[in-house]
């Protein structure tokens, strides 16, 4: 028997406020309490699904569909708390997103050329953007940038300081330029940072500005406030690379990073789809 009291009573009514879709298999009225612990993706649920059949129109990933609707890339995640709570409400089937991919190619450089400039992604959805848009749509540049071929670094690139001088050489260039995109985090700037100190004399390496631009653009119309974005455990991660993107950025948005990083916040590159591109 569910438990009766005023304040019960008023989440239940906030309940049958939202999508029928949500509380009709009953769990989330007999269950008041996850409604207390995720009242906000709740009411974002809701909202995602006025007028629709679905969660998203199998267009975006499953990362950056999670983060357009709730503002946190994982919460979609196999493991994540968001598939959980659509499990107990009966919705397993409602999330609509195209199949994560298998890494199947470590870059795509479509041909040679003396001097080449090459964007490396940390993660990766937004190399399979970049590259679909390389491979499929015969683009040649990326947010206006002229660019010959992307590589999907992962997070682990630092983890073997040869891994990227190794391949590079095999391509044959007089000249490479290394245009890094990654999370804006402590962990994202990090990896940015020892990057650039482990190719020092080999090839340049240097922040791909207008995706940072962009990405920080788009936070800042989300979350005025910087301390809104998502939190991470990263209080131990050393702050490093915030002089290599100082250069590269206006002030407001050099305010903003740095409030973001050594608060400990996250930007994940998926704030970025492949239609910003």
């Known amino acids: 028997m569910r438990k009766q009291s005023p304040e019960l009573n008023e989440v239940r009514r906030k309940i049958i406020g939202l999508d029928p879709r949500l509380w009709i298999n009953g769990w989330l009225l007999s269950t008041p309490e996850a409604y207390a612990s995720y009242e906000k993706e709740l ?56 199949p994560q991919a298998k890494l199947g190619l470590l870059h795509h450089i479509p041909r040679h050329h003396d001097r080449m400039r090459l964007v490396v992604s940390e993660n990766l959805d937004p190399w399979l953007n970049m590259r679909d848009a390389m491979y499929l749509d015969g683009r040649k540049r990326i947010l206006g940038e002229r660019v010959h071929g992307v590589i999907f670094g992962t997070g682990y690139l630092v983890n073997d300081p040869h891994k990227l001088p190794d391949l590079l050489d095999t391509l044959g260039a007089d000249e490479i330029e290394v245009l890094y995109w990654g999370d804006i985090d402590r962990a994202g700037l990090s990896i940015l940072s020892k990057l650039v100190d482990e190719t020092a004399g080999r090839f340049a390496v240097t922040p791909f500005a207008e995706a940072y631009h962009l990405m920080l653009e788009r936070a800042m119309e989300r979350f005025p406030d910087p301390l809104d974005n998502e939190t991470t455990d990263q209080e131990a991660v050393p702050l490093a690379g915030l002089d290599l993107m100082e250069p ?18 996250l930007l994940p590159q998926e704030i970025l789809t492949r239609s910003d591109l």
């Not at 007028?51 to 994540?80: C, H, N």
């Not at 590269?248 to 916040?265: F, G, P």
């Open 248 to 265: 590269l950025l206006k002030k407001r948005e050099m305010a903003y990073l740095r409030d973001v990083v050594e608060n400990s916040r």
């Open 43 to 98: 009411i974002a649920l809701d909202h995602a699904l006025v007028g629709a059949t679905s969660l998203g129109d199998g267009t975006l990933s499953g990362r950056e569909l999670s983060y357009r609707i709730f503002g946190d890339e994982k919460f979609l995640s196999v493991d994540g708390d968001g598939r959980k709570l659509l499990h107990f409400m009966g919705l397993t089937d409602i999330v609509r997103c195209h």
